[in-house]
């Protein structure tokens, strides 16, 4: 959490030397980097969107890559994911 507040705390201070301000959309992936093959966790969704709440951001691109879905199956995965967990945490936000 530390270093993504330094990072948009930087980004804003950049931003808002525009007139009007530039938008925000900061990024995050759906999968664990250091295990590609686990989605994140509820939990781990819930921390941060509360953290990106904090910063009033613009919106928020969803990650990935084509590694995540170049098969029937891991699309079928992602699809299933987004369905069960991503999409109902998305839905509680504002």
């Known amino acids: 959490a530390g270093a993504t507040n330094r990072r948009l705390t930087e980004t804003y201070r950049i931003a808002n030397k525009y007139n009007p301000p530039k938008k925000v959309l900061p990024?995050?992936?759906y999968r664990y980097r250091d295990d590609w093959g686990l989605f994140?966790?509820?939990e781990?969704?819930?921390t941060v969107f509360r953290e990106l709440d904090r910063y009033n951001i613009d919106g928020l691109v969803i990650w990935g890559s084509y590694d995540d879905v170049n098969t029937r199956q891991k699309c079928i995965n992602l699809l299933n994911h987004?369905?069960?967990i991503?999409?109902?945490v998305i839905s509680t936000i504002r």
Do not use: A, C, H, I
């Open 44 to 46: 781990d969704y819930v």
């Open 40 to 42: 994140l966790v509820q």
């Open 82 to 84: 987004l369905k069960d």
């Open 86 to 88: 991503l999409g109902p």
């Open 27 to 29: 990024y995050f992936r």
